[in-house]
Nanobody, 120 residues
Framework: QVQLVESGGGLVQPGGSLRLSCAASGSILNINTMGWYRQAPGKERELVATITIVDRINYADSVKGRFTISRDNAKNTVYLQMNSLKPEDTAAYYC??????????????WGQGTLVTVSS
């Protein structure tokens, strides 16, 4: 009913930048919260950043000052601009959305993940 499609991952050198995108589609009235999470090999999934429908933003301490989350409500899309990337940013990045549907139900959905590798 609601799907998230992620894009923008890839290989980048330390100090480089990437921009991730996540587009939601389906029977959506609005998306209350969108966010990015990541999971590195051998580590548990952790929050990277979230943004609410009223633009309340939270960042993990490890990415503050380097990453910027934003959303385009007209396109049901969330972005993660990642600058000054470090090898420890290497992970699978997952988009998450809390959605109110057109029939006023609440859904939490996850994207399939997009790989980010920071290496020289």
């Amino acid at each position: 009913q609601v799907q998230l499609v992620e894009s923008g991952g890839g290989l980048v050198q330390p100090g480089g930048s990437l921009r991730l995108s996540c587009a939601a589609s389906g029977s959506i009235l609005n998306i209350n919260t969108m966010g990015w999470y990541r999971q590195a090999p051998g580590k548990e999934r952790e929050l990277v950043a979230t943004i609410t429908i009223v633009d309340r933003i939270n960042y993990a301490d490890s990415v503050k000052g380097r990453f910027t989350i934003s959303r385009d409500n007209a396109k049901n899309t969330v972005y993660l601009q990642m600058n000054s990337l470090k090898p420890e940013d290497t992970a699978a990045y997952y988009c998450n959305a809390a959605v109110t549907t057109t029939i006023l139900t609440y859904l939490e959905v996850w994207g399939q993940g997009t790989l980010v590798t920071v290496s020289s």
